[in-house]
């Protein structure tokens, strides 16, 4: 059984940078790809990010490319979303997501496992 939780969210001024990170309690995470997806008020979940289960693929949504950076940690069941030069359109709830396989890594609905997600808001 997968359980996520995230934490690290918060609110900080455009450019400054902020971690999320999200914990696996169950003993599954290596198997999974794991994501992170975003929701803005009135708006539709939307991708960000996602690492392979050995975290050699990592993928991005063109927007955050460069700024923010993907990455796990399999020995502690975490994956983490480190994110520089935040923007204020990066204003949303954060959720880390989990799947098996790689295969549409950027579809919401192929994820099985979700987080309550943890709220990030950047100021102008």
């Known amino acids: 059984q997968v359980q996520l939780e995230e934490s690290g969210g918060g609110l900080v001024q455009a450019g400054g940078s902020l971690t999320l990170s999200c914990v696996d309690s169950?003993?599954?995470?290596?198997?999974?790809?794991m994501g992170w997806f975003r929701q803005a008020p009135g708006k539709e979940r939307e991708f960000v990010a996602a690492i392979s289960s050995r975290a050699s693929v990592p993928y991005y949504r063109p927007s955050v490319e460069g700024r923010f950076t993907i990455s796990r940690d399999n020995a502690k069941n975490t994956v983490v979303l480190q994110m520089n030069s935040l923007k204020p359109e990066d204003t949303a709830v954060y959720y880390c997501a989990a799947k098996v396989g790689f295969g549409a890594y950027g579809s919401a609905p192929s994820y099985r496992y979700w987080g309550q997600g943890t709220q990030v808001t950047v100021s102008s």
């Open positions: 169950g003993r599954t995470f290596s198997s999974y790809t």
